[in-house]
């Protein structure tokens, strides 16, 4: 080799020991890269206080707590001043404060910047008064009170729905709108109240007619004279029968006497029994319904146009509708109306049927009833009662003149007599009660069989009788054999 050669071998070898030594070199001064591969110089960040650490507190409006720390304060975060306030009396010892109803944070740290602890501050209304209201108005309940944001919420139990009531309306008031007051109390046993009712009404109705119609003529020379007068019976609308006496007197003069004397009594008796959960309303209706035409529709595509009556129905007879709430002591607020209605001919009305020559009479309805709320214990009894009707219609028509003789008026004119009397009395007993088992009820077809057939036809027997006729039954204490329910 020539000497120009050997130089470039020996440059080429030390510029590869050179980056060889420098390769070594920086690999040695390089930070080691972390194992999940982030980036190393990306500080780490670290949470130093937040909601998780922090501990909940309470406060009214105006209220304080005292707080004793383990270490020394050095730096105090308030989030939000206006909802509430640290005050530092020492290095260990802060006073919180309540300012206003919201929710706001604080935190304390010492001189290392380490958190010392934190609070979630929820600060709402002083409800210590309403607490004390409700403990001494209802000492028996278990009625918490709590605030939630510029509200309240009631939680616990109570024994009634009227002591849930109770609560809710007292913190209603000492809050100042009910709007913000969530009643949130569970009613340990609703109570169910049964209501016996007794519906008894009797009415008389006395109707006398008495009445001569008379007609015929007379001549006098060339003059005729014919008259006929019958009679209207206007207080009732019409005769009571068609049944009458008739004469014929002289000088082709007849005499029809029309006399009929009603009386009636009718007796109305109900006694319905209803049981409904405490603040519920139940009703009870014992009678029927009957049509009426409400409007008129017509196919007018047909010639002749076809029409259809429409029909309503309303509803008669005895009606009960009651609303029990149970207070304290046993006591029943009891809200009941009921109702007695019939139907009566009085004040019908008569409509013609369309596209016929029939009528159509719709009755009245006679009503009466009675509302009022009372408070009675339970098994106590109200009697609605005193409500007497009287009415009383007399017509007398006749010729003018001749009706007013003494004696031979009654001739010319007719009496109509009516007297109608009505007494309603209701007997209302409210009970507090309890649900029972079937085997201490009885049904009214308990004991019923239905005869043989020799035993209807022979004996004339409506149901099966068992025993025989004479024999003492044996007292229930020696009684051995098998009893209940005769299956045939």
């Not at 070199?25 to 890269?33: E, I, K, Q, R, S």
């Not at 501050?121 to 009625?143: C, E, F, H, M, Y």
């Not at 009479?361 to 009707?389: D, F, H, K, N, Y």
């Not at 003149?401 to 009397?421: A, E, V, W």
Request: with cysteine; glycine share 10%.
């Amino acid at each position: 080799m020539s000497e120009g050669t050997l130089r470039d071998i020996a440059i080429t070898r030390s510029i590869r020991r050179a980056a060889l030594a420098a390769l070594l070199l920086g690999t040695a001064l390089a930070p080691a890269v972390p194992a999940n591969g982030a980036d190393a110089h990306v500080p780490i960040i670290k949470v130093a206080a937040s909601e998780a650490t922090s501990r909940f507190i309470p406060l009214g409006i105006g209220k304080s707590v005292a707080i004793d720390l383990p270490a020394d304060i050095k730096d105090v975060l308030v989030a939000d001043p206006t909802i509430a306030n640290a005050v530092v009396r020492s290095s260990r010892r802060v006073y919180m404060i309540g300012v206003k109803v919201g929710q706001t944070n604080i935190f304390f740290f010492d001189a290392a910047g380490r958190q010392i602890a934190g609070f979630d501050i929820a600060v709402t209304r002083d409800l210590n008064g309403v607490r004390a209201a409700l403990k001494q108005t209802l000492p028996d309940s278990d009625i918490r009170i709590e605030g939630v944001g510029d509200g309240v919420m009631l939680t616990g139990s109570a024994a009634s729905p009227a002591e849930s009531q109770q609560a809710f309306d007292l913190a209603s008031r000492l809050v100042g709108d009910g709007a913000k007051v969530v009643n949130a109390i569970t009613v340990r046993g609703r109570d169910q109240v049964m209501l016996k009712v007794t519906v008894a009404e009797v009415q008389r109705d006395v109707i006398k007619q008495l009445g001569i119609d008379l007609s015929g003529g007379f001549n006098y020379g060339t003059a005729v004279v014919n008259f006929n007068t019958t009679n209207p019976f206007s207080a009732s609308g019409q005769a009571l029968s068609d049944t009458a006496l008739s004469t014929t007197g002289i000088k082709s003069v007849n005499a029809t006497l029309r006399a009929m004397e009603r009386a009636g009594v009718v007796r109305t008796l109900a006694e319905p029994n209803l049981t409904a959960i405490s603040g519920e309303t139940a009703s009870f209706v014992a009678g029927g319904e009957f049509p009426i035409p409400n409007g008129l529709s017509c196919d007018t595509t047909k010639s002749p146009p076809v029409c259809q009556s429409q029909i309503d129905f309303k509803k008669f007879g005895v009606g009960l509708t009651f609303t029990p709430v149970v207070l304290s002591g046993g006591r029943i607020s009891l809200k009941v109306m009921t109702e007695v209605s019939d139907l009566s001919q009085e004040n019908a009305i008569t409509l013609q049927v369309p596209g016929s020559t029939q009528s159509l009479t719709i009755p009245s309805i006679q009503t009466r009833r009675a509302e009022t709320v009372v408070e009675i214990p339970s098994g106590g009894s109200l009697a609605m009662a005193g409500m007497i009707q009287e009415q009383t219609k007399q017509q007398i028509n006749g010729l003018p003149g001749l009706m007013q003789l003494p004696i031979l008026g009654s001739l010319f004119k007719s009496r109509d007599y009516i007297n109608h009397q009505s007494e309603l009395m209701v007997l209302v007993t409210p009970y507090v009660v309890r649900a029972v088992a079937q085997n201490k009820l009885s049904r009214p077809d308990d004991g019923f069989a239905d005869p043989s057939d020799p035993s209807t036809v022979l004996l004339g027997r409506l149901n099966r009788i068992y025993g025989v006729a004479g024999k003492t039954e044996p007292p229930p204490s020696t009684y051995r054999g098998k009893y209940g329910f005769i299956l045939d």
